[in-house]
């Protein structure tokens, strides 16, 4: 018999596993088929920092409420799960050394609480304030919108370890992390509970002859092909989706942007273990001896270690106090480029990224020689030009994408998986779909638009 199904997903990465759920568990679809090429959450899903935040800066609240309802979703199913998740609300600290910065972060903060981020608390001296500390665990119970912490005393009072050249912070509270592995893993189960099946596959066409789609072809390990037939197909296939575009002739801004992240094991306690995520807001020159400079500048292929980084190096720290690991990014060269496995990275990503977080944990240095071994992985952010996703229907009948998630993928994912399944069962869709549809690109001026919308695209 030829199989069949209510909806095939294509892929398996948390952008898949979420849409299935919002179909099986909240629509009652009970006959989908998800196929995945490899291990389910295994390509971009695993690699995350795993955090999350309600802070975008516009234009306009599309950003911010999808993310807020996203935050809603996760703390509603970490009730369901029993705190599955491990959902922390510890904050993003924004910190600066520089007076021009710390304006920046005073407008940021009042533009964030217009756009729904919530309100804005400033914090003038150590002796005079009402800021409320954060916790290490849990999420209940703690403050939204921001903290502007404008007094060095202060900073240090509550986040030792800090450079003391920090003049401000900016604490955004609706922020933290969770595991992953574990959300995703908790929509395949539920929706598998209510007859989803996860097929082990690749999508490998989609066949839309009369205009609407009628069927999905697999291509099996073993290197048998089947046809699923379906009146739906749901694209979440992460940093493939330009292929599959290209496939189906479906024009769309999508490009694809390498992030890699280190994990380093804190055995000198640099990074407090229960420090929120701390991100350094200012540009960085890197500090190395004269003799460094010296041979760093002999070298055609090593004197850019020598210029000055973009603002941007982040951490969080990952474990329990003296078994913890500093997990740290920093965007200082992000190219677009087609995906390609196994990834490849500046070899001089580890220790430009230790040594940039030393500007913000001066401890940091006692990692600088001999540098230790680090964990180094990442993957594609999939990006539109202004940073968004695209949910929705495609041009041609049954064909819907859930997908472009770029850095935000682990936090958008509930409230991405359930914007998905409301379009495809067409039940009422929140005020924030159009702005995330694929069909906004119709739209020529839109697209003109998004370079100026670039510059607010939300990317830490
Ligand atoms: C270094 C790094 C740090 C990040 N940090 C964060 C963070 O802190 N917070 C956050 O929210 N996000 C973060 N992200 C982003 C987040 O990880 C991604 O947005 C998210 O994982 C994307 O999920 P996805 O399901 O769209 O893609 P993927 O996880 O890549 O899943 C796509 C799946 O589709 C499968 N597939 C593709 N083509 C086919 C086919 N033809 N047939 C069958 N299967 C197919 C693939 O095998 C894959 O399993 C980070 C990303 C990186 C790289």
């Not at 919002?22 to 959450?41: K, Q």
């Not at 509550?158 to 922020?175: D, E, M, T, W």
């Not at 940093?239 to 189906?248: F, G, S, T, V």
């Amino acid at each position: 018999m030829t199989p069949t199904a209510e909806a095939v997903v294509a892929g398996a990465g948390i952008a898949g596993a979420a849409a299935a759920y919002f179909l099986a568990v909240e629509h009652g679809l009970s006959d989908i088929c998800i196929v995945e090429r490899d291990e389910p959450l295994s390509l971009t899903s695993d690699k995350s920092t795993e955090c999350y935040r309600n802070w975008w800066l516009g234009p306009g609240t599309a950003m911010v409420d999808f993310a807020n309802r996203s935050i809603d979703l996760i703390e509603r199913l970490t009730e369901h799960s029993g705190d599955r998740f491990n959902l922390s609300r510890r904050g993003y600290l924004f910190l600066t050394a520089e007076e021009t910065t710390a304006k920046l972060f005073e407008q940021q903060g009042k533009a964030a609480q217009t756009l729904g981020v919530g309100p804005l608390r400033r914090h003038e001296s150590a002796a005079h304030h009402c800021y409320v500390p954060h916790q290490a665990s849990g999420w209940e119970d703690m403050p939204t919108g921001s903290d502007l912490l404008l007094d060095p005393v202060l900073i240090q009072q509550h986040f030792p370890g800090i450079s003391p050249s920090a003049i401000a912070a900016l604490h955004v509270r609706r922020c933290g992390w969770l595991r992953a592995q574990q959300l995703g893993a908790y929509f395949l189960e539920q929706a598998r509970a209510r007859g989803a099946r996860l097929i082990r596959a690749k999508v490998s066409g989609i066949d839309t002859r009369g205009g609407g789609v009628r069927a999905v072809r697999i291509d099996e390990p073993g290197g048998t092909s089947q046809t699923i037939h379906t009146p739906r197909v749901i694209l979440a296939p992460g940093p493939y989706l330009p292929e599959m575009l290209e496939q189906l002739k479906v024009d769309l801004p999508v490009a694809c942007e390498c992030h890699v992240k280190i994990a380093l094991k804190d055995s000198k306690g640099a990074l407090p273990a229960d420090a929120p995520l701390l991100l350094w807001s200012d540009p960085v020159q890197l500090p190395w001896t004269d003799e460094e400079k010296t041979l760093l500048a002999a070298d055609a292929a090593t004197q850019y270690l020598l210029e000055t980084f973009p603002a941007g190096v982040h951490t969080r720290p990952e474990g329990s106090a003296g078994n913890h690991y500093a997990l740290a990014l920093w965007t200082y060269h992000t190219p677009l480029l087609a995906p390609r496995f196994p990834l490849q990275w500046d070899p001089h990503l580890p220790e430009i990224i230790v040594r940039g977080l030393s500007a913000m944990l001066p401890a940091m240095s006692a990692y600088f020689a001999p540098l230790p071994k680090m964990t180094v992985d990442g993957g594609y952010y999939v990006k539109t030009p202004e940073n968004r996703p695209l949910i929705g229907p495609l041009p041609i009948e049954g064909v819907f994408v859930n997908a472009a998630y770029s850095g935000f993928g682990i936090m958008t994912a509930c409230a991405g998986g359930e914007l998905l399944a409301a379009h495809v069962t067409q039940s009422p869709l929140p005020h924030y779909s159009d702005a995330l549809a694929p069909a906004r690109f119709d739209d020529p001026a839109y697209l003109e638009g998004c370079a100026d919308a670039a510059a607010a695209s939300g990317q830490m």
